[in-house]
């Protein structure tokens, strides 16, 4: 099994910026592909990010291109989004997630392993 755990979460003002991390444990080996997603009360889990193992291949949604960036460590087995000029809709609980696959995936379907999530919360 593997074991996701984000940190990094928590209040920023509109126009700020955060850094989130998920340190992965367990059975790394089998962690290709992985990405982050959001989720706010009373709407579906949304992509937001994502990266390749090389790490040179990534993908974004459209409401974040431009101003979040995902990266990764492998030595460390960790994955960071980088968000710079939240916006008050940026606040979620934001989720990484790990994929067996080597794909840069929007689809939650691609992803096996998932965190518990860490909160984001954007002040205007």
């Known amino acids: 099994q593997v074991q996701l755990v984000e940190s990094g979460g928590g209040l920023v003002q509109a126009g700020g910026s955060l850094r989130l991390s998920c340190a992965a444990s367990?059975?790394?080996?089998?962690?290709?592909?992985m990405g982050w997603f959001r989720q706010t009360p009373g709407k579906e889990r949304e992509f937001v990010a994502a990266?390749?193992?090389?790490?040179?291949?990534?993908g974004y949604a459209d409401s974040v291109r431009g101003r979040f960036t995902i990266s990764r460590d492998n030595a460390k087995n960790t994955v960071y989004l980088q968000g710079n000029s939240l916006k008050p809709e940026d606040a979620a609980v934001y989720y990484c997630?790990?994929?067996?696959?080597?794909?840069?995936?929007?689809?939650?379907?691609?992803?096996?392993?998932w965190g518990q999530g860490t909160q984001v919360t954007v002040s205007s």
């Open positions: 990266i390749d193992v090389s790490g040179r291949n990534t």
């Open positions: 367990g059975r790394t080996f089998r962690i290709y592909g």
């Open positions: 997630a790990a994929s067996m696959a080597n794909l840069v995936a929007r689809a939650e379907g691609t992803y096996d392993y």
